[in-house]
């Protein structure tokens, strides 16, 4: 029942907030790009997919990072307070291994973008640190 209202208030608010969305375009009409914008959008030619998946790349990495972390120091923590209790142990082998296992999926990420973006666009770092194209050309 829960999830019933939940997707229905989901649902309704979405419908408002793109009613609304078109009834501020139709007051105020289309909104056009600056002079030179536009040109810069046509010459991006897709790198804003490629910069959010750089960025979202890159935040999950420091996330994923401090969490292996914290994961480390609990896992130290229970060691010290555990005495002698073997079922703490095992609690802290699993907390120990499912944190490296993070930190070898981190390090697979990496990999795995770095092969791809060799593979299609001949730079193992295009996907990570891609160019952006800027009005102002740079000397």
Do not use: C, H, R
Request: net charge negative; proline share 4%.
């Amino acid at each position: 029942m829960k999830k019933i209202i939940f997707s229905t208030l989901l649902s309704l608010t979405l419908i408002f907030f793109a009613s609304q969305s078109v009834l501020a375009q139709s007051v105020f009409g289309p909104i056009e790009a600056p002079q030179g914008v536009s040109q810069l959008n046509d010459d991006a030619g897709g790198i804003g997919l490629l910069l959010f998946i750089s960025n979202m790349i890159k935040m999950l990495s420091i996330v994923a990072g401090i969490w292996v972390m914290f994961n480390f120091v609990i896992a130290g923590f229970t060691y010290i307070t555990s005495a002698g209790d073997s079922g703490a142990y095992s609690k802290i082998g699993e907390k120990l291994s499912f944190s490296v296992t993070g930190l070898l999926l981190i390090v697979a990420a990496y990999t795995i973008t770095g092969v791809i973006s060799l593979l299609i666009f001949g730079d193992a770092t295009y996907i990570l640190n891609p160019d952006i194209p800027t009005a102002i050309p740079v000397p």
